[in-house]
């Protein structure tokens, strides 16, 4: 069994900061490479950070650029993403994602919504 479940999001006020979790089962995440969407209605999903197998490989929308952190911890099998200084226009689904063979795999999503 393959699963991503997300975990972590919530209201925030701007400025605040976040830590999403994807904890990973079916598969090493140490092995993978992840990635961290964001979806927001009317607009097309956003690839927010990306992680490789080696974790000095990150990748980030420039949007989040500064702010946000994709990390792992091959222990729990669990890739985070920390959220920092968080704008009104980061306010989405954040949802995670890896690929294996031609199957893509997603999350449930979780709400992010930074708001006064």
């Known amino acids: 069994q393959l699963q991503l479940v997300e975990s972590g999001g919530g209201l925030v006020q701007p400025g605040g900061s976040l830590r999403l979790s994807c904890a990973a089962s079916?598969?090493?995440?140490?092995?993978?490479?992840l990635r961290w969407y964001r979806q927001v209605p009317g607009k097309e999903r956003e690839l927010v950070a990306t992680?490789?197998?080696?974790?000095?490989?990150?990748t980030y929308a420039d949007s989040v650029k500064g702010r946000f952190t994709i990390s792992r911890d091959n222990t729990k099998n669990t890739v985070y993403l920390q959220m920092n200084s968080l704008k009104p226009e980061d306010t989405a689904v954040y949802i995670c994602h890896t690929r294996l063979f031609l199957t893509n795999y997603w999350g449930q999503g979780t709400q992010v919504t930074v708001s006064s």
């Open positions: 079916g598969f090493p995440v140490s092995s993978s490479i």
């Open positions: 992680i490789g197998v080696s974790d000095s490989t990150t």
